[in-house]
């Protein structure tokens, strides 16, 4: 574990940013992003490839025996899985799922690891872990914040167009495309971070041995988040909402993320632990 430590980090750096460009070319049909995550991807299969080797060839083991090596060859078959579908399916969303999937098995077995192996690096990486989740998640609000913003922006220059009482600085800030544009991508790059963020919290649980509960309020209130921004982007994508109907909805969402924030925390002790 301890000199593996810094390259489970690498890989789970470089998968996470994996995530992010599959879910923008399935939100937007980004071909440049969607090859970004297929390079990203193929680094973590290339390396998740030489330790499955390492295992047998060198340890003479083959994977399989113990959790950690379980979910080790299990997220080895997913990423491959995901590596081959992208080559000959363009399926965006069933990419996306299978690698979210992956990810989160491959962070239970990194964590399994470092209980096997509570050395100094073990623990370090499992505070890393918590620390990662904490940070993501704060990001992610970082962008739901300025995705409020700007709908907050659209809602004003909206009624002040209609009023015809537009004033010329307000033009400044960009027409209503715009602003319901940089909006829509804002929350765009909120989502998978969020989704990582939540399950490295439940890895990072998972492997602290915290107090860690489905029903606490923290838990449920960031799963809530989430699910408020993904039911946002179905309805902009599924449904065609755009403008006045979907800043609203986005102004609605961000209050549920001020609850999460400051009411669920403060109810909640899953980080405390």
Do not use: C
């Amino acid at each position: 574990m301890n000199e593996a430590k810094w390259l489970y980090e690498i890989i789970l750096t470089i998968y996470g940013l994996s995530l992010v460009g599959y879910f923008i070319d399935f939100i937007q049909q980004n071909r440049k992003a969607n090859r970004a995550a297929f390079w990203l991807l193929s680094m973590v299969w290339f390396l998740q490839t030489v330790f499955l080797l390492q295992q047998v060839f060198v340890e003479k083991n083959f994977p399989v025996l113990t959790l950690y090596d379980g979910l080790s060859f299990y997220a080895w078959v997913l990423v491959t899985l995901s590596l081959i579908l992208n080559k000959f399916f363009r399926a965006q969303f069933v990419l996306f799922l299978i690698n979210v999937l992956a990810f989160f098995i491959l962070l239970l077995a990194i964590s399994n690891r470092a209980t096997e192996h509570m050395q100094v690096d073990g623990i370090e990486l499992v505070h890393e872990m918590l620390i990662a989740h904490i940070t993501l998640a704060i990001v992610s609000y970082g962008f739901f914040t300025v995705s409020l913003i700007f709908s907050l922006m659209y809602l004003v220059q909206y009624r002040l167009l209609k009023q015809k009482k537009g004033f010329r600085w307000m033009r400044r800030i960009g027409d209503l495309e715009q602003l319901d544009s940089f909006s829509f991508k804002a929350v765009t790059a909120g989502v998978p971070l969020l989704t990582i963020a939540i399950a490295l919290g439940v890895a990072w649980a998972y492997a602290a041995n915290a107090e860690f509960y489905w029903f606490d309020l923290k838990t449920i209130g960031s799963i809530l988040v989430l699910g408020v921004y993904v039911i946002y982007l179905l309805l902009r994508l599924g449904k065609g909402f755009q403008g006045r109907a979907i800043s609203t909805y986005n102004s609605a969402a961000f209050l549920i993320l001020l609850i999460n924030f400051f009411l669920f925390s403060n109810l909640s002790n899953f980080h405390l632990h």
